[in-house]
T-cell receptor, first 115, second 107 residues
Framework: DSGVTQTPKHLITATGQRVTLRCSPRSGDLSVYWYQQSLDQGLQFLIQYYNGEERAKGNILERFSAQQFPDLHSELNLSSLELGDSALYFC??????????????FGQGTRLTVV | GQNIDQPTEMTATEGAIVQINCTYQTSGFNGLFWYQQHAGEAPTFLSYNVLDGLEEKGRFSSFLSRSKGYSYLLLKELQMKDSASYLCAVNTDKLIFGTGTRLQVFP
């Protein structure tokens, strides 16, 4: 168990809908990362938050947004869903560089299926 | 831009040694990670190299050359359970992953 919790584990929804994925980082970790992994593809970096502030952005679609709350949990919002958004969405947490161990710990992922 | 390259697939036999290479070109570099990922599961941490040289951890070792933008993961005494994807990730101002190398170990 990595200590990172993602909910829900599975989500099936229709095109055009909006969903929210939730991530609780490891206790003490200030950084949260979101990644998308489509079938047989690599991990695509979406966005990173550190202590509530957006720190880095990857190839995140405008239909997607995220935030990190004061209690450090994070949510990824996906709207106007398309079939191509079906993927595993991973959250990872870490302490940022220069502040000790920077290993990122991954949650078990949310498998999103858009039908 | 950011570019991380790994071979897509490799095969090896049980008990053998395999080396998985990773080359990178990134703006910024704080270190390089190797992760293992079984299909449908979360990636799990294997190693982290910050300085040049070899880091050994049991059957797994990882090497880094910062001047060459090159790393490799060495797996010894391969076991069937080592069949998985191996992900190289560069730590810049964010953590960027390569597409992974799918390793199949045969008896």
């Amino acid at each position: 168990d990595s200590g990172v919790t993602q909910t829900p584990k599975h989500l099936i929804t229709a095109t055009g809908q909006r969903v929210t994925l939730r991530c609780s980082p490891r206790s003490g970790d200030l950084s949260v990362y979101w990644y998308q992994q489509s079938l047989d593809q690599g991990l695509q970096f979406l966005i990173q938050y550190y202590n509530g502030e957006e720190r880095a952005k990857g190839n995140i679609l405008e239909r997607f947004s995220a935030q990190q709350f004061p209690d450090l949990h994070s949510e990824l919002n996906l709207s106007s869903l398309e079939l191509g958004d079906s993927a595993l969405y991973f959250c990872a947490s870490s302490v940022p560089p220069g502040e000790g161990d920077t290993e990122a710990f991954f949650g078990q992922g949310t498998r999103l299926t858009v039908v | 831009g950011q570019n991380i390259d790994q071979p897509t697939e490799m095969t090896a036999t049980e008990g053998a040694i395999v080396q998985i290479n990773c080359t990178y070109q990134t703006s910024g570099f704080n270190g390089l990670f190797w992760y293992q990922q079984h299909a449908g599961e979360a990636p799990t941490f294997l190693s982290y190299n910050v300085l040049d040289g070899l880091e050994e951890k049991g059957r797994f070792s990882s090497f880094l050359s910062r001047s060459k933008g090159y790393s490799y993961l060495l797996l010894k005494e391969l076991q069937m359970k080592d069949s998985a994807s191996y992900l190289c990730a560069v730590n810049t101002d964010k953590l960027i992953f390569g597409t992974g190398t799918r390793l199949q170990v045969f008896p």
